[in-house]
């Protein structure tokens, strides 16, 4: 049950269920699965439970064809699809109090769920960012933006995630 | 009401309506760290609810428990009471959503010939274990790869954080206010200053010390939110033609129905932010006793944070979903004069964080009459247990 991830709090960019999402900054896109038989986005991505032995030595999971993930409606097979990068404000918490030592220094925060544009039901999990929390309300748009990710207690380590601000 | 929504089911249960009773119930202290082990406080727990049902330890021939965290299985049972015995268990009871389903499971297998008196238990020593938790009761979430990934580098973990954004939610979409979230919190600790085993009894609370209160997470105030604590409780559920032969008065099982979320434990992605699996329990629940909210004398619900109170009270048919806010205001929620006495012990906020098994004990308590904060002409109660994942609705009586 410990978490033994020496760069936890980071995400695991490597993660094959998640790793589309944390390479597409790179290339400044917001990326969430999408099956190309239906058109449907999917997220979370759905969990295909990927065998104890595909993982590389690095606690990586290599991609391999057998575990192409598939769309929960129709089976058909889901590709990390740019999105616009636009959303809406579905509700925040002003985080107060670090619950984990890596956020010590980070208190105040906003941490958010966003309502994508293109399917309101996708819902991500995100920072916002460049709003004073008061002027936050329900359903405000927001924008995309790409930010390092860094925790002092993960030294010399930095992840660029999607995070969100107001559209000017 | 309309269509029922999509986004969960009831589990598919047969009908146990009156074929089960509670005949006895057991606590431990409710305190902060104890230094005692689960298993330990367990144990205690079992003896006292075998002893009030005026039964031996060799008369109890069915166990349910946690198998999650499994303080308290048949091996623990043997070894505390020297008993060798056959007895048939089920790792699916306990505390939480299944502190509510386990008198189930007990009318399946007293149905079924497997066993005659079955006992539940459920202790707890998160505060006692806290410190050496990575994030404390959230340590179990923070292990799963996509909250790993897509939650908690995001800040949104644990619990508190969670909550606060359904809290805002909630506020967003029906014009919930803090004092009607602080309606709660003062109710619940109103019942904890009547109860002297509640751990917050002799420490009142008013609306003005609820505001007072820091914010964890804004919304979500320090007020807001359950304690961390050790304790246990258990009961025994037997035959209903048993339990008429047993010294207590019998507490009849009316009804048992358990709801399931399509979205397990990502509640970010629940298609209906603001309600649980109580939208699927409750009715299935209601429907095989053939009673209504209206015929509820008490209610007791698994309540973490208080924007879960106020969930299930809707979710459960109380008031309409959305109204919560406004129906808990003033006296609706107090032992002696609301219209829902609700969480008379204290719950979870105010008597203990013992994950709800102390809520189905306080219901029993009132319905033979017994509680500390006693409900007048109590006839009917309801315990709502909740995980995220799932709910579950148990609906006692006393006996005809
Ligand atoms: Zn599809």
Known sequence: MAITRADFPLPDVDDSLTAGFFAAPARGELCIPRCEECGRWCWYPPETQPPH???????????????????????GPLVWTRTAGRARL??????????????????????????????????????????????LHGGMPLEVVFRPLRFPTVPDRQVVVPMFRPVA | ?????????????????????????????????????????????AE?????????????????????????????????????????????????????TAPYLAAQA??????????????????????SMTGGPGEVHAAQSLKQNLEVPFGWFPQPVYFATIMRRHMIE?????????????????????????????????????????????????????????????????????????????????????????SGTHWSQQADFTSTPQVFSAPAAFGTAGLGPADVDVLTVYDPFTVVSLMQIED???????????????????????????????????????????HVVEVVEQLRGTAAAQVPNCEVGVYGGYTGAHASTLILSRDR
């Open chain 1, 53 to 75: 032995e595909a993982r590389g030595p690095a606690g990586g999971r290599r991609s391999r064809p057998e575990e192409q993930q598939v769309c929960p409606a129709c089976e």
């Open chain 2, 174 to 262: 029906f014009g919930t206010t803090e004092e009607q979230f602080g309606a709660v919190a003062v109710a619940c600790r109103r019942h904890a200053n009547l109860n002297p085993d509640a751990v917050m009894h002799g420490k009142p609370m008013s609306m003005a010390d609820y505001l007072a209160s820091p914010y964890l997470a804004d919304p979500l105030r320090l007020f807001d939110s359950c304690l961390i604590s050790d304790g246990g409780a258990a009961y025994v559920t037997t035959s209903i033609e048993r339990a008429r032969d047993l010294p207590r008065p019998p507490v009849v099982v009316q009804g048992v129905a358990e709801g399931l979320s399509g």
């Open chain 2, 48 to 100: 006292r609810a075998i002893a009030d049902a005026g039964l031996e330890p060799a008369d109890v021939d069915g166990l349910t428990y946690n198998g999650a965290f499994a303080d308290f299985d048949v091996a623990a049972f043997h070894e505390h009471f020297g008993t060798s015995h056959e007895i048939w268990s089920s790792p699916w009871g306990g505390g939480m959503s299944w502190a509510g």
């Open chain 2, 1 to 45: 009401m309309g269509a029922s929504p999509d986004w969960g089911r009831a589990a598919d249960y047969d009908d146990v309506s009156g074929r089960v009773a509670i005949v006895g119930i057991g606590e431990t202290a409710y305190t902060k760290a104890s230094g005692r082990t689960a298993r330990e406080i367990g144990a205690e727990a």
């Open chain 1, 90 to 135: 579905f509700s925040w918490a002003v985080v107060q109090r670090a619950f984990l030592p890596a956020f010590a220094d980070m208190v105040p925060f906003v941490t958010a769920l966003v309502a994508l544009e293109e399917d309101p039901a996708v819902r991500i999990v995100t920072y916002v960012v460049d709003a004073v929390p008061g002027s």
């Open chain 2, 316 to 358: 459960m048919g109380f008031c309409p979903k959305g109204e919560a806010g406004r129906f808990v205001e003033g006296d609706t929620l107090f032992h002696d004069a609301g219209k829902l006495p609700f969480n008379t012990h204290g719950g979870l906020l105010s008597h203990a964080y013992v994950l709800g098994i102390a």
């Open chain 2, 110 to 131: 007293i149905g079924a010939g497997e066993a005659r008196h079955v006992l539940n238990v459920f202790p707890v020593a998160w505060a006692t274990q806290r410190a």
